[in-house]
């Protein structure tokens, strides 16, 4: 499995221990920063790994930045992305058992570091349920794509 991950200047600290975390569980990480200390605009690095995630080329992404939220909208802009913010376990494990998302987005203002670490191991361990009721929603949510809102 590949998870691509980044993050705004707000999320750096934060998602230099999710890679450590990931790469301890043998997953692949393609890690696009930031790692300036400088003051970045979080949808640069959000479309970056939304767009992978988008077309293939990873089969998940992370994303950190001050709270997430940021990130998220940012993400779920794209075709096949279904990002959400987890900001603790139970968060983590429906994002996955429920929505499938592929994308999670995490706060490093609004977490401390373990507690961040134990959401993303929940999201990481879940399994999408796959049940009628579950992917009957994500199909609904899969044919706004094709439409044209004003
Ligand atoms: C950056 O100042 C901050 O706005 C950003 O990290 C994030 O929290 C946005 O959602």
């Not at 998940?60 to 376990?89: E, H, Q």
């Amino acid at each position: 499995m590949k998870i691509v991950i980044a993050s705004d200047h707000g999320g750096c600290t934060l998602r230099q221990s999710l890679v450590q975390f990931l790469k301890e569980r043998n997953i692949e990480v393609e890690d696009l920063g930031t790692d300036s200390e400088a003051s970045v605009d979080y949808p640069d690095f959000a479309v970056q790994v939304a767009e992978r995630v988008s077309q293939g080329q990873a089969e998940a992404g992370v994303l950190v930045c001050g709270t997430g939220i940021g990130m998220s909208i940012v993400a779920n802009k794209f075709k096949g992305v279904r990002a959400a913010v987890i900001t603790d376990p139970f968060t983590g494990q429906m994002a996955k058992e429920h929505n499938n998302a592929n994308v999670v987005c995490l706060g490093e203002h609004s977490s401390k570091p373990e507690p961040a670490l134990e959401t993303l191991k929940s999201w990481l361990d879940a399994q999408f349920e796959g049940e009628e009721r579950h992917q009957r929603r994500l199909d609904k949510i899969s044919a706004l794509e094709t439409k044209n809102f004003k």
